[in-house]
């Protein structure tokens, strides 16, 4: 399948389905390549999340569209903020790593187009997301919430090419435990001590991806308890926020 810019509006890029993965009915998940400007960006992510943003950003019918759209569903359902990030918009709950949304692009804001990454973009880059794989693995399963999530940041915060890679690989680290967290926090903290903006954004940002489904297990909340303390934060900041968030806690 392939929708061009003109199809969809898609903030004057084009995309194109390379691949997917069959369920009954249709296809489940696929992997994309994004294009604008001369570039192009992979991306694999779920089906509906994928026609959700396209019906989100681009006309309410995928008309112009080349291809069959077997198994996308032909009316929009939330969006992925709601649906795949764990929102209930009814009941005021917890609404995930698309709520955060705002505070990830204000801490990536120096880091967003341009070239290669200096020396302090780069180590926004490697705490920012080797911290997401690290609070994606914490309960010892990488959910698709939370592999979906990086591909999502990285693709609303338009990351170069450079960046990306960097990005990719921290949080693949992360995920397999390759990084030294303290020490990563230490490097953070040291530009950005407790209380300041950047810090306070760190910290909302990883909440939001550990209670990607509404909940910490035992394991995030240590994990969470943990980046607290590294990042200079109050101990009780954590419980606050998850009060806040109406976040439960599995004991």
Not at 101 to 123: F, S
Not at 157 to 166: F, G
Not at 174 to 198: C, K, N, V, W, Y
């Amino acid at each position: 399948m392939y929708c061009s810019a003109s199809a969809m509006d898609w903030t004057r890029s084009s995309w194109r389905m390379e691949t997917g993965a069959r369920v009954a009915g249709g296809w489940s998940r696929v992997t994309v390549a994004f294009e604008r400007g001369g570039r192009s960006v992979h991306s694999t992510v779920a089906v509906d999340q994928l026609w959700q943003r396209a019906q989100r950003l681009g006309p309410p019918s995928p008309q112009g569209c080349h291809g069959q759209r077997e198994g996308l569903g032909s009316a929009p359902g939330p969006t992925d903020g709601e649906r795949d990030m764990g929102a209930d918009t009814a009941t005021g709950k917890f609404d995930g790593i698309r709520g955060a949304m705002r505070d990830i692009k204000l801490l990536l804001t120096d880091v967003v187009g341009g070239g290669k990454p200096d020396a302090g973009q780069q180590l926004i880059l490697e705490v920012f997301f080797g911290m997401m794989g690290y609070v994606a693995k914490s309960d010892r399963l990488v959910t698709s919430h939370e592999s979906q999530a990086a591909n999502l940041v990285m693709d609303e915060t338009d990351l170069s090419l450079a960046a990306r890679a960097i990005a990719m690989e921290a949080f693949e680290r992360g995920m397999r435990r390759e990084i030294d967290a303290p020490t990563l926090l230490q490097r953070f903290t040291a530009s950005h001590p407790g209380g300041s903006a950047e810090n306070d954004r760190l910290h909302n940002v990883l909440l939001r991806l550990a209670a990607a489904d509404g909940k910490l297990d035992r394991r995030e909340y240590e994990a969470m308890a943990e980046i607290t303390r590294h990042l200079g934060q109050p101990a009780e900041s954590l419980d606050s926020r998850l009060a806040l968030h109406k976040i439960a806690v599995k004991r």
